[in-house]
Every structure is written in C-alpha cells, then in structure tokens.
C-alpha cells in the first residue's frame, strides 16, 4: 500500500501521484476484459463502467486522505452544487476518452485539477498510460517549442464531430498568416480522441492549437489546459478571455489553446467564425 505524508506533500505532487495510480489502475482493468477485439457491444461497454467507476473510487479515496476538507467534482459523482461556495475544489475525470479506452487505442488519460478561489487552476495533472507520459503543474515551467509558421501547421480536433466554423477558421488564419508574410502557410486538422491526448498532442509538438465548439465540461477542460498553459501555450474561450472553473453550470464555453506564436491569429480567425 502507498505511504506518504499528506502534510508534507504538495497538492502538485498529489494531483500528479494520484492521475498516475488510477492511469496504472485502468491499464489493470483493461487486461482483465482481454482480448479486447474478441469483445462484444455489451462487454467493450463494461470495460468502460468498470474503468470509471474503479478509477473514480481510487481517486475519492486518496483526495479523502490527503485533502479531506476540500470538494471534489466529477464526472462519475453527483454534483453538490456546494461547491461553488468553497476554496478550493478538485475538477476530476477518472476517464477521460471512454470510448478510446474501450476500443484499446492510447488516446485516453485520466485527469485531476485542484481549483483554488481568487486563484483559478493551482495544481494539476494528466496521465496517458498507454503513451507513457504524464504531465504536471508542478513540473518546471517550459516555453512551448518553435513553431514554423512558414509552413505546414496542425490542429487537432475531436474524433466525434468536427467544430463548427472550422472552414472559416483556416481560410481566415491562413490569410492572416500569409498577409504576415508567411507564404507557404498551410493549415490542416486531424482528430484525436480525449481532450488530454488532444493537448498531449500539442505538448509533444505534434499540433500546434486544438479547436472545439459546443463547450467542454470542467472535468474534460480543467487539468489539460491547466498543464497546457504551464508550458506557454494559451487557453481561450471564443471571446479571447480565460476560462473559469467552479461555475454553478460547470461547462466552458467552445474556444481553443494555441501556441503562442499563433494565439493572437487564431483568436481573431475564431471570434470571426461562429465556433
């Protein structure tokens, strides 16, 4: 069993320990419905209740330990609105991208954020299992790597559907590249699973801005941008402003996190759009 000193150890250091012990958890989970193509309808979607609701008790538990007076929100629990009226409060999602992980791909994670009053996101955390990486606050801030904008650019956006707008936005983000002098300026999409990979992709350099439209509850938003923006990238509503967590509705509204070379750009190419 794991030993540690809740006084001592920092709400960085718990938010990484526990996104890492439930990541390890769902990897468990998952042998146990082996092999996963032989899986029917019926059991891929018991893979998937068994993963969250074992992560999310994992994750309970440990909050309860080390951080027993602050509240928790999540995916998996009923919301006590409560909530909005205390300091600090843990934004979880035991199992972000259900779908990928039922279908044994590598796009999901397991996020867990600490909102804190009068300073928004103050510790947070994504595990990816099955790409081996995870990602904290706490780990030493780094700048973004360079981004070319001389050339090919990327977004990634979601699996599912694709944001609205999002023909607009690259007509009018490649024009305000090229007006720039950046002729051979090209932007294109792909699309990934979970939120998590989705800014993973974007930590890793494999993307340069994800997009998406129709909102993102706190619990799929909070941790990876809170992760992202540790890095230097830029979280955006589709108003140019920060998001906001801890909201009675706990939903953001539909926006973007860029790299900062193109933030500017890709705000005036969104508030254009109808993203």
């Not at 509240?71 to 909530?83: G, H, M, N, T, Y």
């Not at 699309?191 to 974007?202: F, Q, T």
């Amino acid at each position: 069993m794991t030993t540690f000193d809740a006084d001592a150890e920092s709400d960085h250091a718990i938010a990484r320990r526990i996104a890492i012990e439930a990541a390890e958890l769902l990897v468990e989970v998952r042998k146990e419905f082996e092999p996963l193509d032989e899986l029917d309808k019926f059991q891929r979607l018991a893979l998937g209740d068994a993963g969250d609701i074992r992560a999310t008790d994992l994750i309970l538990q440990r909050l309860a330990q080390a951080r027993p007076d602050d509240a928790v929100l999540s995916e998996e629990v009923l919301d006590d609105r409560a909530r909005v009226t205390r300091d600090r409060v843990w934004i979880i999602d035991p199992l972000d991208g259900t779908s990928e992980y039922r279908a044994g791909r590598d796009e999901f994670a397991v996020h867990v954020a600490l909102w804190s009053r009068g300073s928004e996101l103050t510790a947070s955390a994504i595990s990816l299992p099955d790409r081996g990486r995870t990602w904290c606050t706490g780990d030493q801030p780094s700048a973004s790597a360079p981004l070319d904008l001389d050339g090919p650019i990327r977004f990634v956006i979601s699996r599912s559907h694709i944001p609205a707008g999002t023909e607009t936005i690259i007509e009018r983000l490649t024009a305000s590249l090229r007006e720039a002098g950046y002729q051979n300026a090209t932007v294109s999409t792909y699309s990934v699973g979970s939120v998590g990979a989705k800014v993973d992709e974007l930590l890793i350099a494999n993307a340069a801005a994800y997009i998406f439209s129709g909102g993102l509850s706190e619990w799929d938003a909070a941790a990876p941008f809170a992760v992202a923006e540790n890095r230097g990238f830029v979280a955006r509503d589709i108003n140019n402003e920060p998001f906001e967590y801890n909201r009675e509705r706990p939903v953001v509204a539909s926006g973007f996190v860029a790299h900062p070379a193109i933030a500017d750009l890709l705000a005036a190419a969104v508030a254009d759009s109808g993203l």
